[in-house]
């Protein structure tokens, strides 16, 4: 049950206008990562450092730091939690990817709301625990935890799958006269004579034949669905109807003959090793 959680993708629309996807095991894994802690701790030196009248409850430099710890400490602590709960009321109804800004702002108001009530009881501030937030205090800290969040997804997160990717499977597959990274492959589709070869870059077509592909692959890298339709493991997430559902939104046709085992091998891809 925790596996197939974790394995829950959440797609969100970043300010750039893209579209951003992360699987809650990914976003635990980022948050691991040296290069997130350090852009988290020159951000947070350059919000401490700054003028008082950002926090004018907090006038001293420790106090300001100490919020903001302590904020990062309430948003990790609940932000799988909150991004799986939300997407999950979000996607059956309107069925698209959610906005970061949507997503993230109520995390971000009642981490920084904690964090404001527990330094002010501490430091022993007159003004009650939930009443020092100021509506431009909000807006402020909404900003820099977005600007914080799509670093983290346009920039972080693809350098963490390419390490990922490196690290864990340096298999490649030779197709058309060309190699390519076997874990860089979400799916393969057959056309007459050609491959289309989906990944994460984009769509490829090269001169070959799905069964030189198969050839290459072991059953735990993928399955094969239709006789025109291959799917690597990372990209299957469930079967509904004659259909298997990939974690990009896409449906993959699944042949009338092969629906057990397409079921079999996606129950066994969701117990835990």
């Not at 596996?3 to 797609?11: A, K, M, P, T």
């Not at 095991?25 to 700054?50: D, K, N, P, S």
């Not at 730091?65 to 109804?93: D, K, M, N, R, T």
């Not at 198969?214 to 990372?234: C, F, K, M, N, Y």
């Amino acid at each position: 049950m925790l596996s197939r959680l974790q394995s829950r993708e959440v797609h969100v629309y970043v300010s750039n206008g893209s579209v951003s996807h992360f699987t809650l095991r990914e976003m635990h894994q980022l948050y691991r990562t040296w290069q997130l802690w350090l852009l988290v701790i020159v951000g947070f030196f350059i919000m401490a450092t700054g003028h008082p009248v950002t926090l004018p409850q907090f006038d001293s430099f420790e106090l300001r730091l100490a919020f903001w710890v302590v904020g990062l400490g309430f948003y990790l602590a609940a932000s799988e939690f909150h991004s799986f709960l939300i997407y999950s009321v979000w996607q059956p109804i309107f069925k698209r990817p959610i906005p970061l800004l949507l997503l993230s702002a109520p995390l971000v108001l009642y981490s920084t709301y904690l964090a404001g009530a527990v330094l002010t009881l501490i430091s022993g501030t007159e003004r009650p625990p939930f009443g020092i937030m100021t509506w431009q205090m909000n807006v402020r800290n909404i900003i820099v935890a977005h600007i914080f969040e799509t670093v983290a997804l346009l920039w972080l997160l693809p350098a963490q799958r390419a390490r990922t990717c490196s690290e864990a499977d340096a298999r490649k597959v030779m197709l058309g006269g060309r190699r390519f990274n076997l874990c860089d492959i979400q799916r393969i589709k057959a056309a007459e004579h050609y491959l289309e070869v989906h990944g994460s870059a984009g769509v490829e077509t090269v001169r070959e034949r799905m069964l030189t592909f198969l050839e290459q692959v072991e059953p735990g890298d993928g399955i094969q669905t239709h006789r025109s339709h291959w799917v690597a493991a990372t990209s299957a997430r469930d079967m509904k109807g004659g259909h298997l559902q990939l974690s990009d939104g896409e449906k993959v046709p699944v042949a009338r003959g092969r629906q057990n085992d397409v079921r079999d091998w996606l129950r066994g891809q969701n117990e835990p090793a």
